[in-house]
């Protein structure tokens, strides 16, 4: 289990990750947030904690139709 803490767009508290802010959004089906899985990866995510989230494609990364 990984203990990182940090800024971003999550953190480990500790018990679990928590998630506050997306990567993109993602542009096909319901427009949602959606989030770097390289990024998380590389600071320790699992593949149970990525498995839960809308993944950007590298095209979605920072985009917003807000």
């Known amino acids: 289990m990984s203990t990182f803490r940090g800024s971003g767009p999550f953190e480990f508290d500790g018990q679990r990750w928590v998630v506050s ?31 839960r989230l809308p993944i950007c494609t590298p095209d979605e990364i920072g985009y917003s139709p807000w």
């Not at 997306?22 to 542009?27: L, M, N, Q, V």
């Not at 096909?28 to 320790?44: A, F, H, P, V, W």
């Open 21 to 51: 802010r997306p990567a993109g959004t993602k542009r096909t089906g319901m427009t949602q947030g959606c989030y770097n899985g390289i990024e998380l990866r590389n600071k320790g995510a699992s593949d149970a904690f990525l498995s």
